[in-house]
C-alpha cells in the first residue's frame, strides 16, 4: 500500500543540524511532488514548501528560507528535510505529505492525499 | 497569501447531532483547490475532502464539503465518536498551500 515512513525523533541542541527522512513506497516516487508541513507544540499545520522529485527542485514557503533544505535520493524513493543552526522555536513535529494534483474535465485539483506519521524535533540545551 | 479563516474555534457537540465547520478565504479560491482534513491528537492529518465538496477514499458518506469563492463549509450529519477531532482547511493558490488555523471538535 501508499505509504511514507518517516525517521524517528530527533533531540538536538541550539545550533547543531538535523535531517528528517521519509521514505515512499507503493507507488513510483518521481511520480508526485512531495511537500513538508511543520506543526509546533498545540499549534495547527504550516506549510513549508514542496520538492518536484522529478527534477530536485524546491520551492520554500515565506519564513523557510535560509535553514531549511529539501534533498531527495530517488534511488531509495526517499525525501528529506534538513534544518540547520537549530532554534528553540524549531521544536515540532515535521510531515512529509504527498501531493495529488488531477486533472478532471477543465479543472485541476490540488490536495495532500497520503502523510507520513510526523517526526518530531525537539531543540533544547 | 490568501489567509484562511476557520469558525468557530471551538464546537462543542454530542454524538449524532450535526457540526457545521466554517472556512472563510481572505480571496476567492477556486472550489477544485480547496480541501478539508481531519487531525486526531498525535496522529498526521489525514485527507477528508478535496475539491471542496468530494470525499476522499475511505471516508463516510456523513462527511461532506460545500462552498465557493470565499466561503466553504465542512458538514458532519450524524456525529460518530471517533469524529471529534481538529478540522483544518487548505487552499492551493499562487503556487503555495494555507491551512486555517483549525476548528477542534470536542465532545459536549
Known amino acids: 500500500q501508499v505509504q511514507l515512513v518517516q525517521s524517528g525523533s530527533e533531540l538536538k541542541k541550539p545550533g547543531a543540524s538535523v535531517k528528517v527522512s521519509c521514505k515512499a513506497s507503493?507507488?513510483?516516487?518521481?511520480?508526485?511532488?512531495m511537500n513538508w508541513v511543520r506543526q509546533a507544540p498545540g499549534q495547527g499545520l504550516e506549510w513549508m514548501g514542496w520538492?518536484?522529485?522529478?527534477?530536485?527542485?524546491?520551492t520554500y514557503a515565506q519564513g523557510f528560507t535560509g535553514r531549511f533544505v529539501f534533498s531527495l535520493d530517488t534511488s531509495v524513493s526517499t525525501a528529506y528535510l534538513q534544518i540547520s543552526s537549530l532554534k528553540a522555536e524549531d521544536t515540532a513535529v515535521y510531515y512529509c505529505?504527498?501531493?495529488?494534483?488531477?486533472?478532471?474535465?477543465?479543472?485541476?485539483?490540488?490536495?495532500?492525499?497520503?502523510w507520513g506519521k510526523g517526526t518530531t524535533v525537539t531543540v533544547s540545551s | 497569501e490568501i489567509v484562511l479563516t476557520q469558525s468557530p474555534g471551538t464546537l462543542s457537540l454530542s454524538p449524532g447531532e450535526r457540526a457545521t465547520l466554517s472556512c472563510r478565504a481572505s480571496?476567492?479560491?477556486?472550489?477544485?483547490?480547496l480541501a478539508w482534513y481531519q487531525q486526531k491528537p498525535g496522529q498526521a492529518p489525514r485527507l477528508l475532502i478535496y475539491?471542496?465538496?468530494s470525499r476522499a477514499t475511505g471516508i463516510p458518506d456523513r462527511f461532506s464539503g460545500s462552498g465557493s469563492g470565499t466561503d466553504f463549509t465542512l458538514t458532519i450529519s450524524r456525529l460518530e465518536p471517533e469524529d471529534f477531532a481538529v478540522y483544518y482547511c487548505?487552499?492551493?493558490?499562487?503556487?503555495?498551500?494555507?491551512f486555517g488555523q483549525g476548528t477542534k471538535l470536542e465532545i459536549k
Open positions: 520538492i518536484n522529485t522529478n527534477t530536485g527542485n524546491p
Open positions: 505529505a504527498r501531493e495529488m494534483i488531477i486533472l478532471t474535465g477543465y479543472y485541476y485539483y490540488y490536495y495532500m492525499d497520503v
Open positions: 475539491g471542496a465538496s
Open positions: 487548505q487552499q492551493y493558490g499562487s503556487s503555495q498551500y494555507t
Open positions: 480571496q476567492s479560491v477556486s472550489s477544485s483547490y
Open positions: 507503493g507507488y513510483t516516487f518521481t511520480s508526485y511532488a
